[in-house]
Structures are given as structure tokens and as C-alpha cells.
């Protein structure tokens, strides 16, 4: 039975937690609303409809305001990581390497298909995934497992042969609630604290590679169990 990678993208893939916190500022601005540092921290990583919802949606914004906010928020966002795409340092080694090791790779991400598709077309991998879930494919956000889930349930895969390399602590909350390897990547805004809840963490997706993957995997879940 293969192993499985699923990739969330902000924060991951690409360092957008600047580009996201701009969106937010100037979003919230064009509404006559704010979007503090500690309220951006305190989201991040959720789908963009619940952050608004938690924010401004209690008597403030009714439901067809808040998908319009989110369209403008995430086209905003586009707009300015296509200025100067912030790849993530050995992101798109790491995906090749493990797609030749046999690995299938999904993404599981809270953000809009509009906004995944760019960022795998700028790392030029998009071929090498198998499945792809973005926060419109589900009706629960992280930390609800129900994004890695459904990736697997694409991969065929059962959770336990699938890792999950995540930045934000509800991320790694929904992987450890989906039964699968959490891998913790510390980037912009979030702490070795926050993220302690990883079976592993790391600094640079450098310090990964098919091998440790496959040998984190067969640790937290080993073969005989299969």
C-alpha cells in the first residue's frame, strides 16, 4: 500500500502569511472594518467565510455580504502574490522527490480552487497531484478533519498511510483528529508551542524527505497493523 502526502498550501507551499494579512487589511478597509494582527493570528489557517463570519457576521454582515467579501479578500489576495510569487524555500523539491519515490500528493486546503490552482501552476507541479481539496469542497473547516479526509477518500488511501505537513495549529489538529501523520512546519506567525501537538516538527521543508516521511508514517502507524 502506497504512501500518501497531503500538502496544506498557505503557509506550506507558499509564504502568504503577509500577502493574506494585506488582503485582510485592505478588504476590511473597503467595508469600513479592521483586521488586527492578533484577530489575523488567531484565524489563520481557517477558511476565509469563517473568519469573516466570526468577526463581522453576529448582526454585522448578512450571508450574501459575506461571500462577497470573501470573493473580493481572496482576489485581493491573488492579486498581489502574482506581483512576486513567495514560494516556499524547497517546496517544490520536496514535491518532486516524493512523487518520484511513489508517494501520492494531495492538497487539503481551506483556501478557494482559484487560489490552489495558482499556486501549483507558479510551483510548476500541478501534474504530480492526485487529489485536491480546497475549502469549498467541504462544509466544515479545520480543525474539523473533514479536508484530509475527503483527500484521502480521492487518494483511496486509508488515513494511516497518508502524512499531513501543516503550519497552522488547527491544521495539525484536524490531521491528528483525521488519524494521519502530522508533520508541523514552523513559518511566519505561528510558534514551536502552537504546533507542539505534531508528531514532528521542522523548520524548513529541507529537513524532509521520502525516506523520513515513510519511516514517520510506519512509526505512528506500522504495517502489521495493516
Not at 501534474?127 to 480521492?154: E, I, M, N, W
Not at 514532528?200 to 502489521?224: F, G, N, Q, W, Y
Request: hydrophobic residues 45%.
Amino acid at each position: 500500500m502506497p504512501y500518501a502526502v497531503i500538502f496544506d498550501m498557505d503557509g506550506v507551499l507558499v509564504d502568504s502569511y503577509h500577502a493574506h494579512f494585506e488582503s485582510w487589511e485592505r478588504g476590511a478597509t473597503e467595508i469600513g472594518r479592521e483586521m488586527s494582527v492578533s484577530q489575523f493570528n488567531r484565524t489563520f489557517g481557517r477558511t476565509s467565510r469563517e473568519i469573516i463570519a466570526e468577526h463581522w457576521g453576529q448582526g454585522s454582515l448578512n450571508e450574501a455580504e459575506i461571500h462577497k467579501f470573501d470573493e473580493r479578500k481572496e482576489s485581493l489576495y491573488r492579486e498581489i502574490v502574482a506581483k512576486a510569487f513567495p514560494a516556499m524555500e524547497g517546496a517544490e523539491k520536496l514535491i518532486r522527490e516524493l512523487h518520484a519515490a511513489g508517494f501520492l500528493l494531495a492538497i487539503g486546503s481551506s483556501g478557494p480552487p482559484e487560489n490552489v490552482e495558482m499556486v501549483l501552476e507558479k510551483l510548476g507541479v500541478k501534474s504530480l497531484f492526485a487529489a485536491v481539496v480546497t475549502g469549498r469542497d467541504v462544509t466544515r473547516g479545520k480543525p474539523d478533519p473533514q479536508v484530509f479526509l475527503t483527500a484521502a477518500t480521492k487518494l483511496q488511501l486509508i488515513p494511516g498511510r497518508c502524512a499531513v505537513i501543516e503550519d497552522a495549529p488547527v491544521g495539525i489538529t484536524a490531521a491528528n483528529s483525521a488519524g494521519m501523520t502530522s508533520i508541523a512546519l514552523l513559518s511566519t506567525g505561528h510558534t514551536a508551542d502552537s504546533v507542539a501537538h505534531a508528531k514532528l516538527t521542522v523548520t524548513a521543508l529541507r529537513e524532509l524527505s521520502a525516506k523520513r516521511i515513510a519511516a514517520l508514517i510506519d512509526k505512528e502507524h506500522p504495517v502489521a497493523k495493516w
